[in-house]
Nanobody, 124 residues
């Protein structure tokens, strides 16, 4: 079993930056692809970013390209999402997820383990 705990969310203003962290415990995630998803009120959960086990391959939603960066530190069993130039439409609960595969995926159904989420609110 893998437990994932997100942190780093908060209330920020338009244009600000935040770095979310996802700390894993229970077992190493070094061979797992990881992803970040988000869910805004009244909307479906959507893909944000994913990274393969090595950190060399990443994919982003169009809404995140150029503003968000996913990274990982396997020695710390932690994945990050650096978010810059935040907009009100980025307001959502952000979830970290792990899939039992080394390859990244944009599909939430491919992920087995999920964190509880961290709230990000961007005011205009």
């Amino acid at each position: 079993q893998v437990q994932l705990v997100e942190s780093g969310g908060g209330l920020v203003q338009t244009g600000d930056s935040l770095r979310l962290s996802c700390a894993a415990s229970g077992r190493t995630i070094s061979m797992y692809a990881m992803g970040w998803f988000r869910q805004a009120p009244g909307k479906e959960r959507e893909f944000v970013a994913t990274i393969d086990w090595s950190g060399l391959t990443t994919y982003y939603a169009d809404s995140a390209k150029g503003r968000f960066t996913i990274s990982r530190d396997n020695a710390k069993n932690t994945v990050y999402l650096q978010m810059t130039s935040l907009k009100p439409e980025d307001t959502a609960v952000y979830y970290c997820a792990a899939r039992i595969s080394s390859g990244p995926s944009t599909q939430s159904t491919m992920y087995v383990y999920w964190g509880q989420g961290t709230q990000v609110t961007v005011s205009s």
